[in-house]
């Protein structure tokens, strides 16, 4: 446990460092989420305009009410990371998968963007935790909360989940699915009433999101498609 105790502190201190002296901050779509928190923190330059979810810029704005600061979100983001590890470490106790965790690159290019990625990603890893976890005690409903709660963070998640319960309820039973459904739904739930507090529609964040995809797949919009990756091969 004292060894454990090590690894977190100085992975949670490189994060510290890492998130105070980053100076790149500009990512997909992170201005979007950025001006969104603010707005929620009561500096409201523009009016709300998304075709994303609005709960991680809610999550960060009760953060930037005490510290209006670009490093108090850059600290929220690197938070995310660090519960990561610590699952990883205190739950699986398994060390070769944290390390693997704490020295991969990808972690650290993640770590300071302002994404929905981030806790979206903690929370599926809550969910595939005690979805395997026999030895507690309901413990796949709250695999299909943390879920949910990962799908409300991030709207692609929800084909993760389609495959996810084509894959392991193929040939359980099926009121145990319907009941990991419904969990889900009650993950997802904070999404749908911040929807209808803000707009008075508990779908319009989900909505805009299927109507703005659908754009880009027709290619009606020239900006971008969603072959971003095919394009600058072809580019290169």
């Not at 980053?22 to 923190?41: G, L, M, Q, R």
């Not at 519960?83 to 739950?91: I, P, R």
């Not at 290019?109 to 929370?123: E, K, R, V, W």
């Amino acid at each position: 446990m004292e060894k454990n105790k090590k690894w977190l502190f100085w992975f949670g201190g490189a994060l510290l460092i890492f998130a105070f002296f980053s100076t790149k901050v500009s990512f997909h779509d992170t201005a979007e989420y950025i001006t969104i928190a603010k707005h929620f923190a009561g500096i409201k330059n523009i009016d709300l305009f998304t075709a994303h979810s609005l709960l991680y810029p809610s999550v960060i704005s009760f953060f930037l009410l005490g510290w209006k600061s670009l490093i108090m979100i850059k600290l929220v983001n690197v938070l995310w990371l660090f519960l990561m590890g610590a699952t990883l470490l205190l739950w699986t106790k398994n060390e070769k998968a944290f390390l693997l965790f704490i020295f991969s690159p990808l972690v650290w290019y993640i770590s300071i963007q302002t994404t929905p990625i981030l806790p979206a990603s903690f929370f599926f890893l809550l969910a595939f935790l005690f979805f395997n976890s026999p030895d507690i005690k309901q413990g796949k409903i709250y695999s299909g909360i943390a879920f949910g709660i990962s799908c409300a963070f991030y709207t692609p998640l929800i084909l993760v989940a389609f495959f996810f319960l084509l894959i392991f309820f193929w040939k359980d039973k099926f009121y145990n699915l319907i009941f990991y459904i419904l969990a889900i739904g009650v993950g997802f739930l904070p999404r749908m009433i911040l929807d209808y507090y803000l707009f008075k529609m508990p779908f319009y964040s989900l909505l805009r999101y299927a109507g703005a995809n659908a754009i880009v797949s027709l290619g009606l919009n020239p900006g971008t498609s969603n072959f971003q990756i095919l394009k600058g091969i072809q580019g290169s």
